[in-house]
């Protein structure tokens, strides 16, 4: 069954440093969005993607945040640099999005990319 | 706004009891409400959607306009329902709004 990959799994990394996280959606799926899930709270979209094209990203701090999806497939999230308060886990997720008249919403999760800011 | 809470951070309960994890919702919309669930160790998963009016694992959720409300329920609990659940609203560009997410702990 076709799964979101996301690397790397865990990430410590010093405050001030660059840091960058990969996510493979499901292959077909147009839109992938990017969550960041603080302990002890549910996950909060970062970024939303339609193909290569930037939908939401009203919640991303963009002065340390940047995210690409150049070519429609995978994604790139890094901060630049890292500050304490961005330890939190990131979650990709996927779903079809709107394709010749089909719909379909479900968002299928990654395993997430734990981050830890020392 | 758009806000979706869950009071409860733990629900514990015996195996073989009933269970009710509450969600209230914010939306001016028409909303479509989801509950993901997240097993130990394992990626966050769609449990059910209000639209398919469905029974998944035995949970069943109604969507009340009235009280804004979509509560998860379970006549029976068993030790394997134990997880993280989190109740989420659609928003208006397909993105999830997700709650605080409720434990819950099934005793044997």
């Known amino acids: 069954e076709a799964e979101v990959a996301q690397s790397p799994r865990y990430k410590i990394t010093e405050k001030s440093q660059a840091v960058a996280f990969w996510c493979d959606p499901i292959?077909?799926?147009?839109?992938l969005y990017w969550y960041r899930q603080i302990l002890g709270q549910g996950p909060e979209l970062l970024v939303q993607?339609?193909?290569?094209?930037?939908?939401?990203d009203s919640q991303l701090p963009k002065d340390r945040f940047s995210a690409e999806r150049l070519k429609g497939v995978d994604s790139t999230l890094k901060i630049q640099p890292a500050e304490l308060g961005d330890s939190a886990m990131y979650l990709c997720?996927?779903?079809?999005?709107?394709?010749?008249?089909?719909?379909?919403?479900?968002?299928?999760f990654g395993p997430g990319t734990r981050l830890t800011v020392t | 706004a758009q806000r979706v809470t869950q009071p409860e951070k733990l629900l514990s309960v015996f195996k073989g009891a009933p269970v009710e994890l509450k969600c209230n919702y914010s939306?001016?919309?028409?909303?479509?409400l989801f509950w993901y669930v997240q097993y130990s160790r394992q990626r966050l998963q769609l449990l059910l959607r209000?639209?398919s009016r469905e029974s998944i694992k035995g949970f069943t959720a109604d969507l009340n306009k009235g009280e804004t409300s979509f509560h998860l329920k379970k006549p029976f609990a068993q030790e394997e329902d134990s997880a993280m659940y989190y109740c989420?609203?659609?928003?208006?560009?397909?993105?999830?709004?997700f709650g605080t997410g409720t434990r819950l702990q099934v005793f044997p």
């Open positions: 989420a609203l659609r928003g208006g560009t397909d993105k999830l709004i």
């Open positions: 209000h639209i």
């Open positions: 993607f339609q193909d290569e094209s930037v939908v939401d």
């Open positions: 292959s077909g799926h147009a839109t």
């Open positions: 939306y001016s919309g028409s909303p479509e």
């Open positions: 997720a996927s779903s079809f999005g709107t394709s010749g008249g089909l719909i379909s919403y479900e968002q299928y």
